[in-house]
T-cell receptor, first 111, second 113 residues
Framework: QKEVEQDPGPLSVPEGAIVSLNCTYS??????FMWYRQYSRKGPELLMY????GNKEDGRFTAQVDKSSKYISLFIRDSQPSDSATYLC???????????FGAGTRLFVKA | NAGVTQTPKFQVLKTGQSMTLQCAQD?????MYWYRQDPGMGLRLIYY???????DKGEVPNGYNVSRLNKREFSLRLESAAPSQTSVYFC????????????FGPGTRLTVL
């Protein structure tokens, strides 16, 4: 079983829709939770990060962490065609240098 | 500030050939990483260097070697390439283990025939 599970999609939505992207994990030691966005043929770039449980909002993006369920989510409001990309969840414990990434979900936002 | 740069951008090798992927960062970061990305597998850590002079194995180190040449540069070497090493390779750097933002390079697309 993978430490981090993420549905690869693809997920196709119309412009303006609310998008929900999710990951589950098995390692209860994870404390830092990140979302990276990766455009086609580019390197990933950090979009959001949260520490421990709770919500964090940045513009149209909201990250949620539910440690009791080992479940994290990224919500995108008023989705735009420019949001079309692959979204990777990632997580770390407090002890080391290693980040564990999900497989990524491909999102298409249709104009 | 160029950030993280990688060379080459593309490479085709024959089975058994060797090559070195180069990575450099100009952000004075301590930690550097090499990942490979395969469809459906996400990013998998090959090797990392927590600081200049140290390197450690990641999840998938077999068939690779690394050198942390100085604080700026971290190279990945394939001694005898195999078709299973066909992948996109990303280098990343991070200032400190407590700061979670990794900065990624543009990637090297490697095909081994």
């Amino acid at each position: 079983q993978k430490e981090v599970e993420q549905d690869p999609g693809p997920l196709s939505v119309p412009e303006g829709a609310i998008v929900s992207l999710n990951c589950t994990y098995s390692n209860s030691a994870f404390q830092y939770f990140m979302w990276y966005r990766q455009y086609s043929r580019k390197g990933p770039e950090l979009l959001m990060y949260t520490y421990s449980s709770g919500n964090k909002e940045d513009g149209r993006f909201t990250a949620q962490v539910d440690k009791s369920s080992k479940y994290i989510s990224l919500f995108i409001r008023d989705s735009q065609p420019s949001d079309s990309a692959t979204y990777l969840c990632a997580m770390e414990d407090t002890g080391g240098f290693k980040t564990i990434f999900g497989a990524g979900t491909r999102l298409f936002v249709k104009a | 500030n160029a950030g993280v740069t990688q060379t080459p951008k593309f490479q085709v090798l024959k089975t058994g050939q060797s090559m070195t992927l180069q990575c450099a960062q100009d952000m004075n970061h301590n930690s550097m990483y090499w990942y490979r990305q395969d469809p459906g597998m996400g990013l998998r850590l090959i090797y990392y260097s927590a600081s200049e002079g140290t390197t450690d194995k990641g999840e998938v180190p077999n068939g690779y070697n690394v050198s942390r040449l100085n604080k700026r540069e971290f190279s990945l070497r394939l001694e005898s390439a195999a078709p299973s090493q066909t992948s996109v390779y990303f280098c990343a750097s991070r200032e400190d283990r407590k700061l979670n933002t990794q900065y990624f390079g543009p990637g090297t697309r490697l095909t081994v025939l």
